[in-house]
């Protein structure tokens, strides 16, 4: 059974920095790109950031991109997001996603239950 | 980026009524369409990939069609589960894009 559990999400003051982690099981992590994808509240979804399998080519939304930074350890089947310098609009609910092949022009078909970023003083 | 507009915003159906969720893109996707279902306070679910194709475990009374720029997201015969926001998605051009979601309630 696959299963992303995510953690790392909390409250965080503007400018700071929080890492995001997904630890990944039931499949061969690293056959697959992975993606962050976030939903602010009450809003619809908005894809953040890709990762491939094997080559670990990054990709971002230009709303995020030179501030964070996405990586995977298939030693350890986890995922990360490194987020810097967080700004109010980044508050939502980060969810991973497994994609279905190695590519990150994949379609996403699993989702992890997501973890809560808060940016606000 | 390739915009994905969802009509209607909201329906509102009975259980058992046939529901027709629409998706439509900026410019052509060819089949790289997905639809994804959320329920409230869960993670999304996907549903269709391809625009056409049920991802595994998906009850056959969900089916999608569609290319280019229109698609199509239908469910034969509504079941209390499926009262939910769903979204469309496509793969064809980056960055991947969502429309912004219809959500089905119950009548």
């Known amino acids: 059974e696959v299963q992303l559990l995510e953690s790392g999400g909390g409250l965080v003051q503007p400018g700071g920095s929080l890492r995001l982690s997904c630890a990944a099981s039931?499949?061969?992590?690293?056959?697959?790109?992975m993606s962050w994808v976030r939903q602010a509240p009450g809003k619809g979804l908005e894809w953040v950031s890709a990762?491939?399998?094997?080559?670990?080519?990054?990709y971002y939304a230009d709303s995020v991109r030179g501030r964070f930074t996405i990586s995977r350890a298939d030693s350890k089947n986890t995922l990360y997001l490194h987020m810097n310098s967080l700004r109010a609009e980044d508050t939502a609910i980060y969810y991973c996603?497994?994609?279905?092949?190695?590519?990150?022009?994949?379609?996403?078909?699993?989702w992890g239950q997501g973890t809560l970023v808060t940016v606000s003083s | 980026e390739v915009v994905l507009t969802q009509s209607p915003a909201t329906l509102s159906l009975s259980p058992g009524e046939r529901a027709t969720l629409s998706c439509r893109a900026s410019?052509?996707?060819?089949?790289?369409l997905a639809w994804h279902q959320q329920k409230p306070g869960q993670a999304p679910r996907l549903l269709i990939y391809?625009?056409?194709n049920r991802a595994t475990g998906i009850p056959a009374r969900f089916s999608g069609s569609g290319s280019g720029t229109d698609f199509t997201l239908t469910i034969s015969s509504l079941e209390p589960e499926d009262f939910a926001v769903y979204y469309c998605q496509q793969r064809s051009a980056w960055p991947p894009t969502f429309g912004q979601g219809t959500k089905l309630e119950i009548k």
């Open positions: 996603a497994k994609q279905g092949a190695l590519q990150v022009g994949a379609t996403i078909v699993y």
């Open positions: 990762i491939s399998g094997t080559s670990g080519s990054t």
């Open positions: 410019q052509s996707v060819s089949t790289y």
């Open positions: 039931g499949f061969t992590f690293n056959r697959h790109a």
């Open positions: 391809d625009a056409s």
